[in-house]
């Protein structure tokens, strides 16, 4: 037998569905109606093959695998899922846990689970030296937590906190658990700090703290040995160049006709430089595969479609803007800290911008044009919001930079400001997106018929952040709003300095963050009233009152300018076999509130045997 002909044959068993498995559901195990969703009963087993970049992205698997205590159904309202029920009163909140519920190695998870986190991690200050997580800060006071039996958690705050439910939703799971059981002989609170340091030295590593960060890996999904509440647990070490994840055989989910959730048997990383992402794609080495596929990249991947039996679905993004541009507002150079500050130049950088021939260049015309904000989906937007000051009108551009006394020119146009420096903007960006790097191209073109020269300056990240939080940077091009498809009972992320890494206002942002001890306090009232609606908002259990607050930062994003937002609405492509069912051929695509795919359920989706007897029957893949 041929090589090529034995890896063929191995690939059709590992991808073949198995017969049902034969497995005890827990005793309260949380049952998913299928059909009142449009989707099918599935079979079980199989494998789906993906690509990643690097062996750090298996991490992702715990974003778009959206096993959480709550979670977001695909229609982004809030729902149990690990947890049996939550009863919030006032600021109290009751977690039940599921009767029989087990970790995937079989231990039981029970509230000692979450105590071990809360005392022995969260409130540890070689584990946690910044104290717990600030989602379960209110007013700078952490809640009471106690545990009055095995299946009960409660968290008691003496103010509302609807931060904390959303918090445990989210695209990164802030863990609030813990296997205990699998961690306390790692801790010197259990094992004596003699036997933790040893074991810590064992490992070459410099102290217990360090092992038992490096152990507790339920989100990077590196330590095969770490148990786990996910659908797929990681069954291969760094380095590889292909990461296993089998199936969880204590999964908490289970379909109407009683088989256990994930259907999927195996799930296989394989890594490939960034470069070839796209082309191992067309070439049908990926049953599933998405993130790192991008809107330019459509053309080429229906080329392979027909010859490899995979389908190019376009999920549409939901993000404030592709583009958005952040006018740095505590800039250290003083004058363009007042340039940035004035919202005539705000607004002229804005009315300065063509993005219909950004939205045709980029986007294929197929995107929409306006400020950086929610999209139509979301029941908190208003055309106002995407439109107001978002018009291309150079002459008023033009107008609004004369007023403020930007009149001077040099010898090539580019108007010059007070000092004598010409008007040229430096935009940093990360570089990591090449779409922004061609807007930048386009939008310099653009700026310099009203006078403006723009500089791009590509940066890495982390050093990109620290400039920017050191006050260094003027300008930064990045994409805009994440949460832009909101709810109001959300918190209002990316609209105030009460967010950290905000790139237009970062050392306000630090001063809030470190409660005083650095930055600077905020001295602009139209964001002072974003900072107090923010606060509002956290105290508030009113999802009209949570609503009204959403809609008057929103609309004073759009009056002001603070982000200068150019087209949103690209499409994602996500490519899937076309034998797997489950999978809806149109969904919203982000970071947040979807964890990229995560809401769409990839523990319900399966190979379908029906589909492969057609494709069989008709001679070939597709």
Known sequence: MSRRALLAGLGALLLAPRPARAEEPPEAPLVIDLAARGRRLGQAGGAVRTLIAKARDVRYLSVYGYTRLVGYDADLNLQPDVLESVTVEGGRFTLRLRAGHRWSDGHPFTAEDFRYYWEDVANDPDLSPGGPPDFLIVEGKPPAVSFPDARTVVYAWERPNPRFLPALAAPRDPLIYRPAHYLKPFHPRYAGRA???????AEKLRGWAALHNRLDDNFELNNPDCPTLQGWRPRTRSPATRFVFERNPHYHRVDTAGTRLPYLDTILMDVASTG?????T?????????RGLAMNDIPSLREGERAHGYRTHLWPVARGSEIALYPNLTTLDPLWRQLNRDPRYRRALSHAIDRRTLNNT???GLGTEG????????PLYAPEMRTRNATYDPAEAARLLDAIGLTGRDAS??????????LEVVVESDGEASLILD????????????GIRLAVKPQERTNLRRRSMAGMTVMVAAQGLDLAVPTAIMPPTGLSPAQADHYAWPRWSLNLESRGAGGEPCDVPEVERLIALDREWRMSTDPARQGAIWREML???AENQWVIGTVAGALQPVVASKRLANLPDRALYSWEPTALIGVQRLDEVFWDRAAERNAAAGGGRG
Not at 415 to 420: A, I, Q
Request: aromatic letters at 8%; a negative charge.
């Open 555 to 557: 609309m004073n994003h």
């Open 362 to 364: 980029l986007l294929f």
């Open 413 to 422: 146009g580019i108007r010059l400001m007070p000092d004598g420096r010409a």
């Open 276 to 280: 070839l992402l796209v082309a191992k």
């Open 371 to 378: 400020n950086d904000t929610v999209v139509s989906e979301s």
């Open 439 to 450: 807007g930048l191209m386009l939008i310099g073109e653009f700026w310099r018929e009203v």
């Open 282 to 290: 067309n070439a049908g080495e990926a049953d599933l595969m998405f």
């Open 195 to 201: 036997a933790a340091d040893a074991a810590a030295k």
